[in-house]
């Protein structure tokens, strides 16, 4: 079998360098400085010139950072304005996370019915997700969202308490807007991106109640994973979707 290693007294190749576009490093020095608090939710960025003579690169290296940014949802181009960070009190941003759809006419804001607000030392499985230490608290959320009267959604949300010190079961009921945008606002918490996983399961006693369902009623697990700036995970979501006149809608591309 002849040998793969290299002759006697010569060097190995070495490895290909890692490349990395130039928009790409720009874009991630950019993402720094949202992640250090430089510009806020809402706060309009540099111009494109500015950001070149900043970067000491051409316009058009910024504006191709600028671009993937808002493509991932982190910025908001908006034609004649300029570029602003994008904040969950944006329109379009607002049901970015919550993919249900009605089957029948245009979807509208629900109505949200707060169960518990409360903190305990985080369960093993949601530390081991969310990346605490064995001890830490984190602030668990239970609530429904409602179309109209009839209960949708039961969610039961997850959060490192140390990152919201202060929330409670009065602020959240007083809060009017998103509760992203809450988080977002009063706790500098942004949510960027998610991952979900989702599967059917059949509703239990305790959920059953909640929805108005009977005890083994289809219901859509939704279980997300959401992260802010620098892949950090900040929210563990598990909500137990009634899609009898809903449906669970994605956009691939």
Request: proline residues 6%.
């Amino acid at each position: 079998m002849a040998s793969t290693s290299a002759p006697a007294g010569t060097a190995a190749a070495p490895a290909a360098p890692a490349f990395s576009p130039l928009y790409r490093q720009i874009q991630a020095l950019l993402t720094r400085s949202l992640t250090l608090g430089e510009w806020q939710p809402g706060a309009a960025l540099p111009s494109e010139p500015e950001l070149a003579l900043r970067f000491k690169v051409s316009q058009g290296t910024v504006r191709k950072a600028l671009d993937a940014m808002a493509a991932d949802g982190l910025l908001v181009r908006r034609q004649g304005k300029g570029t602003f960070v994008a904040t969950h009190a944006e329109a379009q941003v607002q049901y970015r996370f919550l993919r249900l759809m009605p089957d029948q006419g245009e979807r509208q804001a629900m109505r949200r019915r707060l169960l518990d607000c409360r903190r305990l030392r985080a369960p093993a499985e949601v530390a081991r997700v969310l990346g605490l230490d064995s001890g830490d608290s984190v602030v668990q959320i239970r609530r429904l969202l409602l179309a109209g009267e009839v209960p949708v959604v039961l969610d039961d949300i997850w959060l490192p308490a140390r990152l919201f010190k202060g929330l409670s079961a009065e602020r959240l009921d007083a809060y009017r807007g998103p509760m992203y945008r809450l988080f977002e606002t009063e706790f500098g918490v942004r949510m960027i991106r998610a991952d979900e996983k989702i599967r059917a399961v059949a509703a239990g006693g305790d959920e059953a109640a909640l929805l108005n369902l009977p005890e083994g009623a289809p219901l859509l697990l939704v279980e997300r994973l959401s992260f802010t700036y620098g892949g950090k995970p900040v929210e563990l979501r598990r909500g137990l979707y009634h899609t009898a006149a809903h449906y669970y809608r994605n956009e691939l591309s």
